[in-house]
T-cell receptor, first 113, second 118 residues
Framework: EDQVTQSPEALRLQEGESSSLNCSYT??????LFWYRQDPGKGPEFLFT???AGEEKEKERLKATLTKKESFLHITAPKPEDSATYLC??????????????FGKGTHLIIQP | NAGVTQTPKFQVLKTGQSMTLQCAQD?????MSWYRQDPGMGLRLIHY???????DQGEVPNGYNVSRSTTEDFPLRLLSAAPSQTSVYFC?????????????????FGNGTRLTVT
């Protein structure tokens, strides 16, 4: 059973059409949740770290929020340059990957002009 | 500021060949790691290092070796390439890292090596 599940797998939006990406997790002790952006042929690029339920962080058209079971990446009035795959990763106190970090499979976002 | 540099960008190997994927970072990061990324799967950890002289296995270490003789470099060696090792490989580093890291330092990734094994 996946510990980090991202939905939807793929999302196509029109330019300016706001939406949200979801990252749900099942871990015993969350140390931190990370969001990354990955462009085709590139490595993931760090966006945000969230630590506790209720926390929010913003960067340009992106806002990340965190609850006890999931995180949302809200995209407001997106532009074509926001097209990318967005990855979520969870850092745990115990469990998870060998180093405590587990990545989701990502959401592939396409913004059409 | 180069960040994390991976070479080569592309590589084709025949089954049974060996090779080394290079990774170097210029940010004085203590933590370095190797991931593979396959279609439909999340990033999977191969090996990681919390500092020079220290390495440990990730989730999918079989068929790969690493060493960390300096803070800057963390090469990944494929001992005898198999078609199942066809993948995109990413090297990542962070100021600190690992399960005991109290700072939750984010990872900085290189741009990957696309490896095909025939």
């Amino acid at each position: 059973e996946d510990q980090v599940t991202q939905s939807p797998e793929a999302l196509r939006l029109q330019e300016g059409e706001s939406s949200s990406l979801n990252c749900s997790y099942t871990v015993s002790g969350l140390r931190g949740l990370f969001w990354y952006r990955q462009d085709p042929g590139k490595g993931p690029e760090f966006l945000f770290t969230l630590y506790s339920a209720g926390e929010e962080k913003e960067k340009e058209r992106l806002k990340a929020t965190l609850t006890k079971k999931e995180s949302f990446l809200h995209i407001t009035a997106p532009k074509p340059e926001d097209s990318a795959t967005y990855l979520c990763a969870v850092q745990e106190y115990s469990g998870g990957g060998a180093d405590g970090l587990t990545f989701g499979k990502g959401t592939h976002l396409i913004i059409q002009p | 500021n180069a960040g994390v540099t991976q070479t080569p960008k592309f590589q084709v190997l025949k089954t049974g060949q060996s090779m080394t994927l290079q990774c170097a970072q210029d940010m004085n990061h203590e933590y370095m790691s190797w991931y593979r990324q396959d279609p439909g799967m999340g990033l999977r950890l191969i090996h990681y290092s919390v500092g020079a002289g220290i390495t440990d296995q990730g989730e999918v270490p079989n068929g790969y070796n690493v060493s960390r003789s300096t803070t800057e470099d963390f090469p990944l060696r494929l001992l005898s390439a198999a078609p199942s090792q066809t993948s995109v490989y990413f090297c990542a580093s962070s100021l600190t890292g690992g399960r005991l890291d109290p700072y939750n330092s984010p990872l900085h990734f290189g741009n990957g090596t696309r490896l095909t094994v025939t």
